[in-house]
């Protein structure tokens, strides 16, 4: 049997495998659904909102149309199939997105994998929230001058005031891209995990955020080894690094992808963790203060033009 056979025949058990688990799934939640939990979320000014647990997977799953995407153009050269995208709430467009000329199979076949991930994130959820699931929101995922990774790239400091920065222009930039995205999702789902009451969404939620943080760790351990040939790429991602630390707060928790040890020698950080070995979270706001691009408090922006879906869309002033 050659190589691509066996790839195909592995994705294809995978498949089936991911299969099995949604319909478990699908008729677990569905019996918890009538039962939602709710927790009361208090502001900075002291006002006062009850979010449920059907709230917070909504708000992964504006988080995960955002990630489908990306990665589905990139992978494939198309987006997520317009059945994939109805639901509560304003509907809104992808603006850019294509395929990326891969030219490392390595990279290419963690692309596709990834894609294939973040596709069945969004069936999950949307299956197990039922009529309650929101729409895709507007998503600005566009490599030209005015798109969201530009943006974001300034704004860094990867590229200057007048550059552009196109994630499907190159392997390297396809995982800068993903940096971008990967450490964020592990952080939201890990800072949302105590909010939920419902122990079947738990489950579901902490499974969602094991598979994050393999996709987060391979993006990680693949860009650095990139960066071993060009250093460029670890301060790149540092600079990313820096710049969600300054979205989210006044905290310094975020990490790039390598550290410098007491000597001087410059070592991996694929897992950007605490002293006990522990990752940190970030609240739903600091989340949406990232994908918003914005310190302030907002309701939209950045990769998000019109805002996300659902009960938590703004984002904290810092």
Sequence with gaps: MTESA?????????????????????T????????VAAFTLTSKAGAQSTITDADILNFALNL????????????????LASSQLT?????????????????DPIVEQYAREIAADEAAHVAFLRTALGSSAVAQPAINISGDANGAFTAAARASGVIDSNATFDPYASDENFLLGAYIFEDVGVTAYKGASPLISNKTFLQAAAGILAVEAYHAAIVRTTLYAKGIQTPALITAAGKISDARDSLDGTTDLDQGIAATTVGGQQVSNIVPLDSNGIAFSR???????????????????GFFPAGVNGTLRASAAN
Excluded: C, W
Aim: hydrophobic fraction near 40%; avoid cysteine; proline fraction near 1%.
């Design 6 to 26: 066996h790839l195909l025949d592995a994705f294809d058990a995978r498949a089936q495998r991911r299969d099995q688990r949604r319909e478990f799934f699908k």
């Design 28 to 35: 677990a939640m569905g019996a918890a659904a009538a039962g």
């Design 64 to 79: 995960e149309y955002l990630e489908a995407q990306f990665y589905a153009f990139a992978a494939n050269g198309t987006g």
């Design 87 to 103: 639901g509560t709430g304003t509907q809104g467009a992808v603006t850019g997105g294509k395929k990326v000329t891969f030219t």
């Design 283 to 301: 609240t739903p706001q600091q989340v949406l203060n990232i994908v918003y691009l914005n310190k302030a408090s907002a309701t939209l922006g």
